[in-house]
């Protein structure tokens, strides 16, 4: 099973800052995220996730508010209308961009993704990603 964060874990020692959007995650994946924050693996965290997850996966998206409601300060998050697979990870060296087909969980069959490590490029997509319109 293929996770992106444990893989880019695997070659760095943390993630301060980690933005991911997607249209779709899972519980198993919110698990070892909630775990890699824990143990300071991972820093602060923001999801920006499709809004339809509430009623494709409600339990899901109950994690997610749940998670938002026990740390706020480390765990934000945003509904809305989105089908990107972006994940955005600083380290204070290393500003990296990756970009690709698969949504956040472990279940990846055939995958690509494109991994930018640029300043511009990171903070031009986070730009992007914090100005879309939220839905309540």
Known sequence: ??????WVLGHIDRIDKLTISTYSMTN???????NLMLTGKVGTVNVIISDSI?????????????????MPEKFSLKYCWNHSKVCLI???KLYL???????????????QYIIINSKQAYEFRLDALVRA????
């Open 1 to 6: 099973k293929f996770s992106l964060i444990l």
């Open 28 to 34: 198993r994946m919110l698990e070892s995220l909630s």
């Open 54 to 70: 509430r009623y494709r996966l409600p339990k899901v998206a109950q994690t997610l508010d749940s998670m938002h409601t026990a």
């Open 90 to 92: 600083n380290t204070g």
């Open 97 to 111: 961009s990756i970009e690709g087909s698969g949504n956040f969980s472990d279940n990846a069959a055939m995958e």
């Open 133 to 136: 319109p939220a839905k309540r």
